[in-house]
């Protein structure tokens, strides 16, 4: 008697379960049950329940031109009709070897006097007008006035980007071309004093 008892607790469970939704709709019997007053509910499919999208014609867009008015607002609206503008790429330069950001920072950690003086001044821009050379070129950004004479090699946009700023307040050219980069560390090696207005005579 004890080993028909084991027999039936180690048997497995019918699956899907007797009373189940899918054991009632596939089985004949289904409408015996519904005679008995017990209803059992329909498994709708996958189409049944919700109809397919519509189909995207995103692969026929074109950049600015607006998608043909359809039944479907899903898609974001296009906020303009003109065709996107294309943005000038400014031009990087190739760099000797030796002249990249890593030998840059090498360079100033070197201890090198890069600054070309030995105190910081305040320098008036009829001063600063006077470095706009190659060989002695400075420039103001954000009111302070750096040597850029030693970095001209290592710039990535090339010494003749770099030189346009020569002799001259650069903040702004700065700000327009890459407002992204910190001139402070990028050149404080180089710091030769402070921009300040003409004195007055």
Same mark, same amino acid.
């Given at each position: 008697? #004890? &080993?028909?008892?084991?027999?039936?607790?180690?048997?497995?469970?019918?699956?899907?379960?007797?009373?189940?939704?899918? &054991?009632?709709?596939?089985?004949?019997?289904?409408?015996?049950?519904?005679? &008995?007053?017990?209803?059992?509910?329909?498994?709708?499919?996958?189409?049944?329940?919700?109809?397919?999208?519509?189909?995207?014609?995103?692969?026929?867009?074109?950049?600015?031109?607006?998608?043909?008015?359809?039944?479907?607002?899903?898609?974001?609206?296009?906020?303009?009709?003109?065709?996107?503008?294309?943005?000038?790429?400014?031009?990087?330069?190739?760099?000797?070897?030796?002249?990249?950001?890593? #030998?840059?920072? !090498?360079?100033?950690?070197?201890?090198?006097?890069?600054?070309?003086?030995?105190?910081?001044? &305040?320098?008036?821009?009829?001063?600063?007008?006077? =470095?706009?050379?190659?060989?002695?070129?400075?420039?103001?950004? !954000?009111?302070?006035? *750096?040597?850029?004479?030693? *970095?001209?090699? *290592? =710039?990535?946009?090339?010494? /003749?980007?770099?030189?346009?700023?020569?002799?001259? #307040?650069?903040? /702004?050219?700065?700000?327009?071309? =890459?407002?992204?980069? !910190?001139? #402070?560390?990028?050149?404080?090696?180089?710091?030769?004093?402070?921009?300040?207005?003409?004195?007055?005579?």
């Amino acid at each position: 008697m #004890d &080993r028909t008892r084991q027999v039936k607790t180690t048997a497995p469970p019918a699956f899907p379960a007797i009373n189940s939704a899918q &054991r009632a709709a596939a089985s004949p019997s289904s409408s015996s049950d519904s005679s &008995r007053g017990l209803s059992i509910p329909k498994i709708l499919t996958d189409s049944a329940l919700m109809p397919p999208p519509p189909v995207p014609s995103l692969a026929t867009r074109q950049p600015g031109v607006p998608p043909p008015q359809s039944s479907s607002s899903l898609l974001a609206p296009m906020t303009t009709t003109q065709p996107p503008r294309r943005l000038s790429r400014r031009e990087k330069v190739a760099l000797a070897p030796g002249f990249g950001p890593l #030998d840059w920072g !090498n360079l100033k950690a070197s201890g090198q006097n890069l600054r070309g003086v030995d105190a910081l001044m &305040r320098i008036p821009p009829s001063v600063l007008k006077l =470095h706009n050379k190659k060989e002695d070129a400075w420039t103001a950004i !954000n009111g302070k006035v *750096y040597n850029i004479t030693p *970095y001209l090699p *290592y =710039h990535p946009g090339g010494e /003749k980007e770099l030189m346009r700023v020569a002799g001259r #307040d650069g903040t /702004k050219l700065f700000s327009l071309t =890459h407002a992204w980069v !910190n001139a #402070d560390f990028m050149l404080d090696a180089c710091l030769v004093g402070f921009l300040v207005s003409e004195p007055s005579s």
